[in-house]
């Protein structure tokens, strides 16, 4: 019976490790969007007041959760400080403080309270890829998603964002969102 749970585990350890080598092998690389303009550097766009409206899908790709969430951007001795403050539309309020250092030429290091180690980041192009670990409260625990998310700055200046959640190899959720610089129209 030991043998059999044994066999069991390390097969869906297995399976769970090929998954997700299968899904890194999948993914775009940032150099796929060199020349590419107009050219997005996170350090210029979000300094100020930004806004953006967003949801969260579940793996069936209904919408669970809407948002709007704004950002404060400064930036000092290098640093690039994003205070966002989200407003869910079941009322739940968040906030998570960003800190960002740059590592190279369009490449970065983050910081958070709720992500586990460091975020990496670079971007090339009108291109933004951030990949890191969130901590996310679930009915009394809390859990580690593999975050990877991808900014397309637009040519009118607005950006998109797709970000998949993953845990073991497996996406659980993606999150869109829509940034615009303020003033932002339509106020809200």
């Known amino acids: 019976m030991i043998r059999s749970r044994l066999r069991s585990l390390g097969l869906i350890t297995l399976l769970a490790s090929s998954a997700s080598l299968l899904m890194a092998c999948s993914s775009p690389s940032i150099d796929t969007y ?5 050219e ?3 350090d210029e766009y979000f300094l100020g007041h930004t806004r953006g409206w967003g949801m969260v899908q579940d793996r069936s790709g209904e919408v669970t959760r809407r948002f709007v969430v704004d950002l404060q951007g400064t930036r000092q001795d290098g640093r690039l400080t994003l205070d ?3 407003r ?3 009322g739940e309020t968040q906030h998570r403080q960003w800190t960002f250092i740059p ?8 910081t958070a309270a709720d992500v586990t ?3 990496t980041a670079a971007s090339n192009g009108h291109a933004f890829r951030m990949q890191y670990v969130l901590q996310v409260p679930i009915d009394g625990s809390v859990w580690e998603f593999n975050m990877d998310d991808w900014m397309y700055l637009q040519p009118d200046g607005r950006v998109l964002n797709r970000t998949s959640m993953r845990k073991l190899g497996i996406e659980f959720a993606t999150i869109t969102l829509a940034f615009q610089r303020c003033p932002c129209e339509n106020g809200r």
């Open 84 to 86: 966002e403050n989200f």
């Open 34 to 38: 060199a020349g590419s303009g107009p």
């Open 88 to 90: 869910y539309s079941d």
């Open 117 to 119: 180690g460091e975020a």
């Open 40 to 42: 997005f550097r996170i």
């Open 103 to 110: 590592t190279g030429d369009r490449q970065w290091r983050g």
